[in-house]
């Protein structure tokens, strides 16, 4: 059997686990301990633990739970709600007001939160609701929030930035701004799409049964604004030099369960400890995605099957544009059956060398990676956005919610194809900060 032949048995392997319900970490670290032991013998038991350890053993690590436990302090409290209620005071005028307050409230908390389904939730739960009584279409408001959860990777902090950066050995600093203006590119083409499908089908939205005045609109301020000077702290401490991604994530963390505790009162012992236990859960179950990730990697590189599909991509006889649109396609297939943190440690280490030997920027090729696992967030099978929303409104059907977030997966591949023509758009930010790359 030839390498690339194996790496096929590999993949058809690690897809039938998943699709039998199989958790991605013990997926990845069965596949990885069964191909060894059958190929390399039972003598590749004693590099288990050792690879295990080896996947975590990166101090810059240390700021994903941190990053995590900053955004389950502000899911906690009625920081979305009083985000939401806050664009909702200031935009209730306007025509499709509702809709534009829902994707601006799932931008920012995205990125308050870092999270896709926690800002689904946190904005669904009021949005979809307030949109359907207002005349919305089930289909659009649904679609709108599932997709604007999505901004949640992209717009820093990012948990999957930072992974992409450690994989590449890539700077953190700097996949955090190339991520800002691309967010916002995402956002406003949301947005675009919303008013203009609802004009066309000639849906005449309610304004608000009563007004706001001036003090109801600046009253909710104070409320929202400590946490977008935290988001602001954060990220100038990062590119100013200050901190480290990992102090950064440290302060910014502390700062955020002591905001939710003055601010919204959130000082019982019980719902901190719901505040860590929620935290320690999804930090865990990354960390051990990761080391499984770090195994399973091994055994690709180990039965040379890595070192063998590289050679064969390196080796197709087309231009770097053609090569960039048949690994575009790879991902998007990835994105559909694995998460974007299994996506990154597994692809990225052996995509960036051939990206970046055809003369593309390893940035902007995270930033491009990250839209297209946001494409797999609202996609089947796995489509995790799409099953958060569907458990908020069980009443709407799965397909009419997968129908409402076709048009935005559409979107987010024209913001890939305008990231491919105009690559400025990601990494002008960072250069025009932190200086050009050497």
């Given at each position: 059997m030839t390498t690339l032949a194996l790496g096929l048995v590999v993949a058809a392997t690690l897809i039938v686990l998943l699709l039998l319900g199989t958790p991605v970490a013990f997926a990845l670290g069965a596949v990885a301990v069964v191909f060894l032991l059958i190929f390399d013998g039972p003598g590749s038991i004693g590099v288990l633990a050792d690879t295990l350890f080896g996947g975590l053993n990166e101090f810059a690590l240390l700021s994903i739970p941190m990053f995590i436990l900053m955004g389950a302090a502000i899911a906690s409290s009625r920081a979305g709600s009083d985000l939401y209620e806050a664009l909702e005071r200031w935009l209730y005028r306007v025509p499709g007001g509702l809709l534009i307050s829902n994707l601006g409230a799932c931008s920012v908390f995205a990125a308050l939160s870092g999270s896709s389904p926690a800002t689904c939730a946190a904005i669904g739960k009021m949005g979809i609701p307030e949109m359907r009584k207002r005349g919305y279409p089930a289909s659009l408001a649904t679609g709108s929030i599932a997709a604007g959860g999505t901004l949640g990777i992209l717009i820093p902090p990012s948990i999957t930035m930072i992974v992409y950066g450690i994989a590449t050995e890539t700077s953190i600093g700097r996949l955090f701004l190339a991520g800002l203006l691309p967010g916002l590119?995402?956002?406003?083409?949301?947005?675009?799409?919303?008013?203009?499908?609802?004009?066309?089908?000639?849906?005449?939205?309610?304004?608000?049964d009563r007004g706001y005045s001036w003090r109801e609109k600046f009253v909710i301020l104070p409320k929202i604004l400590p946490f977008l000077v935290v988001i602001?702290?954060?990220?100038?401490?990062?590119?100013?030099?200050?901190?480290?991604?990992?102090?950064?994530?440290?302060?910014?963390?502390?700062?955020?369960?002591?905001?939710?505790?003055?601010?919204?009162?959130?000082?019982?012992?019980?719902?901190?400890?719901?505040?860590?236990?929620?935290?320690t859960r999804e930090s865990v179950m990354i960390m051990l995605i990761i080391a499984t990730a770090a195994l399973f990697s091994y055994m690709m590189s180990s039965l040379h099957i890595t070192q063998s599909l590289a050679e064969w991509i390196a080796g197709l006889d087309v231009?770097?544009?053609?090569?960039?649109f048949y690994v575009n396609i790879f991902l998007l297939v990835a994105g559909l059956f694995l998460p974007p943190v299994a996506v990154i440690l597994m692809a990225a280490p052996t995509l960036v060398p051939i990206i970046t030997q055809a003369g593309f920027d390893p940035i902007w090729f995270g930033v491009l990676l990250t839209i297209n696992m946001e494409i797999g967030l609202i996609t089947p099978p796995v489509g995790l956005n799409l099953y958060v929303i569907n458990g908020i409104s069980p009443d709407i059907k799965l397909p009419t919610i997968l129908?409402?977030?076709?048009?935005?997966?559409?979107?987010?591949?024209?913001?890939?194809?305008?990231?491919?023509?105009?690559?400025?758009?990601?990494?002008?930010?960072?250069?025009?900060?932190?200086?050009?790359?050497?």
């Open positions: 590119m995402l956002t406003l083409l949301f947005m675009a799409w919303s008013l203009f499908y609802a004009y066309r089908n000639g849906y005449r939205f309610k304004i608000g602001a702290l954060v990220l100038w401490s990062l590119y100013g030099g200050v901190a480290t991604p990992s102090e950064a994530a440290g302060v910014g963390a502390l700062v955020c369960i002591l905001l939710v505790v003055f601010i919204y009162r959130v000082w019982q012992p019980v719902r901190l400890w719901e505040i860590l236990r929620s935290a231009n770097k544009w053609l090569l960039l129908w409402g977030a076709l048009p935005f997966m559409l979107a987010m591949v024209l913001g890939i194809v305008l990231l491919a023509v105009f690559p400025g758009i990601a990494t002008w930010l960072p250069d025009h900060l932190m200086g050009a790359q050497q």
